[in-house]
């Protein structure tokens, strides 16, 4: 008989149990008053790595488009699910939470894609690739990532690409080094380096961390003394080694020689004859033939 009373006194205490959970899911969601305005949108974006990718703006304008914006809205007509379900269609949106507060607010949580690289491929393909290789329209701005280049197609970006910008986002590093990555015709892979005047050949796209930490000790120990401009070709396609190819010496440039000037002839003054000299001297010629011819007119 004891028995039988404390398993109906446990069923009780369970049934009872169940009813007060549901009951305070039920007045968590739901206000005291379904009449009463929601004075409150708390919008919070979980992993907000990229400035001005998604912002609460944003969200708002897509509440509003599809006409699910709560604010000054009753609360028995806010419907939380709904809000979920549109958001949650956005290219740029990965999953979201929405729920109710007693205070009359409404608290939309949502986490977003993050993208890793901009595509801009040979045939005209100019999208995104997130962190799981998922791609997103470029319709938004997104600043600080990796812009690949060449010939992409978009199982190779999603498959491939990926990888290569999941290490390069998750290191300090190489997040701040790399500018481009540009993919060959047989898939191998170029990186532009945002510091020094080289290009880095990865090869084909395998092994990438050993690849990038080799390269990071060449730039540590290496290119500290040869200086970040000697090269202009970094090779790391091959294991436990790297070639470089210096970069061509510029030809001085050769020193304009004056064209040479003409020497001025020198003009002598020709020496005057007996016939062509100054009067002066003709006239005291003339006198003293004169004077002879007086001196004989007095002899006589």
């Known amino acids: 008989m004891n028995v039988r009373v404390k398993t109906v ?7 009872t149990l169940v009813a007060y959970l549901f009951f305070a899911i039920t007045v968590f969601n739901r206000t005291d008053d379904d009449s009463q305005l929601c004075s409150e949108v708390d919008i919070q974006i979980q992993d907000d790595v990229v400035d001005g ?9 897509l509440m509003k488009q599809y006409n699910i914006y709560p604010m000054s809205q009753p609360m028995g007509g806010v419907d939380v699910r709904r809000i979920e379900n549109v958001l949650e269609k956005s290219p ?3 999953s979201v939470e ?7 607010g409404v608290v939309v949580k949502l986490t977003q894609r993050m993208p890793l690289i901009r595509v801009k491929s040979n045939n005209g393909d100019d999208y995104y690739i997130d962190n799981r290789g998922g791609v997103m329209p470029n319709n938004k701005y997104a600043g600080d990532l990796v812009i690949a280049t060449g010939d992409i197609t978009k199982p190779y970006a999603s498959k491939v690409l990926r990888q290569v910008g999941n290490y390069i986002v998750n290191s300090a590093f190489w997040h701040n080094q790399v500018e481009q990555l540009h993919v060959l015709s047989d898939g191998s892979i170029e ?3 945002r510091v020094g005047n080289h290009i880095v050949y990865l090869g084909a796209p395998v092994n990438i961390p050993e690849k990038l930490d080799r390269l990071d000790k060449f730039y540590r120990y290496g290119l500290k ?3 970040w401009n000697k090269y202009e070709m970094i090779n790391v396609e091959f294991s436990n080694q790297i070639i470089c190819k210096k970069r061509p010496k510029k030809p001085h440039a050769a020193v304009p020689v004056a064209a040479p000037q003409p020497v001025p002839q020198q003009v002598h003054p020709q020496q005057p004859t ?3 000299q100054g009067a002066p001297d003709g006239q005291k010629s003339n006198k003293v033939s004169e004077s002879k011819k007086e001196n004989n007119k007095i002899t006589r």
């Open 9 to 15: 006194i446990i069923a009780i205490i369970d049934v």
């Open 53 to 61: 990718f998604l912002d609460n703006s944003e969200i708002v304008r």
């Open 92 to 94: 740029f949106i990965d």
């Open 98 to 104: 929405c729920y109710k507060t007693i205070d009359a």
């Open 191 to 193: 990186m532009v380096p």
């Open 225 to 227: 003394e040869a200086g």
């Open 274 to 276: 007996g016939e062509q």
